[in-house]
Each structure stands twice: as structure tokens, then as C-alpha cells.
């Protein structure tokens, strides 16, 4: 009976130690949970200001970086002569200041270079050297960083994906 006991005991351990191995490590040995991404911000996501809802709404899982050459380039806009833009840019520094104050998302200022290079230049050589995505809205963006190797999503991706197929009042043929 001791025999059998200590088999069953070992037999359970073994199962444990199995399904805690798979808990924690993936394919290839590293963590079974999915490192956060970190995602470098464009001017217009901020200008834009829809950022701000996903955040709220607990969506953004990532780790958002601010790079500090894009708070330059608002404060740039914001005290330029365009009054268009310079209201835009006002906005987008108000929503980096709400998007700091949201508990469900964690978001940074980044300290970048100063270096004077354009900032979409800049951003692309962030989420190369950091292994990150970049958050824009700028379609000419995105198919830059394409062409680099890097990942670009965006708010009006995001939105167009959850618009409904069909609108009350559409007509469908069922057969």
C-alpha cells in the first residue's frame, strides 16, 4: 500500500510540475504571458483626441510612450500662427495631460534625443531600436514604417473594425 501511495503521490507531482512549466513558459522556454508592447505615439493620434476614450475604457494594454520630440512638436503648433492647428495642438497637450491621469492605462513621456530630426523620422527609429509599434493616424506613417519593417496601427482602424456591419433600417434578403 506504501508502494502504491508514494507511485500516486509521484504521479501528481509530476502533473503539477508539468502544467505549472506550461503556465510559465511558452514555446521556446520564455514567459507564457505576452510581453507589453510599447507603443510610441504620433502628434496626430494626440491631436486627434480619440486616444483618450480608449484609455478610459481600459483597452490600451500596452505600455504608451510619449516620446518628448512629439510634446516639442505640440508645443511648437500650439504656439504657431495657424489658429486651426494651434487649437489642435492645445488639445492634443490637454489630452496627453488626461491620458497621465488615467488609472487603466499606463502611459509615459519618453525621453528621446534632441537630436533635430522630423519627428515621424524619430518615431520610426524608436520602435526599431525598441522593438515597438508606433500609434498614428497618419496614413503617409504608416506606409513609411511599413516600408521599414515596422508595425503602425491606428485609432480609424480600430474604429472602422467596430462599426457595425449592418445599421437599423438596412435591408437583408434571407433565404
Not at 3 to 27: D, M, Q, R, Y
Not at 113 to 127: G, N
Amino acid at each position: 500500500m506504501d508502494l502504491f501511495s508514494i507511485i500516486i503521490l509521484l504521479a501528481i507531482f509530476a502533473e503539477t510540475s508539468a502544467v505549472a512549466i506550461k503556465t510559465f513558459t511558452g514555446k521556446n522556454g520564455r514567459s507564457g504571458r505576452n510581453p507589453r508592447r510599447k507603443v510610441f505615439v504620433d502628434t496626430s493620434i494626440l491631436m486627434d483626441g480619440r486616444i483618450l476614450s480608449v484609455a478610459k475604457a481600459g483597452f490600451l494594454g500596452d505600455e504608451v510612450l510619449i516620446p518628448r520630440s512629439v510634446v516639442r512638436e505640440l508645443q511648437l503648433l500650439a504656439d504657431g500662427s495657424d489658429s486651426e492647428k494651434r487649437a489642435r495642438a492645445r488639445y492634443g497637450l490637454d489630452v496627453i495631460n488626461e491620458l497621465e491621469r488615467v488609472e487603466l492605462a499606463d502611459v509615459k513621456i519618453y525621453q528621446d534625443s534632441t537630436q533635430r530630426s522630423k519627428v515621424d523620422e524619430r518615431l520610426i527609429e524608436l520602435a526599431k531600436d525598441n522593438n515597438g509599434i508606433i500609434m498614428t493616424n497618419d496614413f503617409n506613417l504608416v506606409k513609411v514604417a511599413a516600408t521599414e519593417h515596422v508595425d503602425a496601427i491606428t485609432i480609424n482602424d480600430l474604429a472602422q473594425g467596430l462599426r457595425s456591419e449592418y445599421l437599423p433600417g438596412d435591408k437583408l434578403n434571407v433565404k
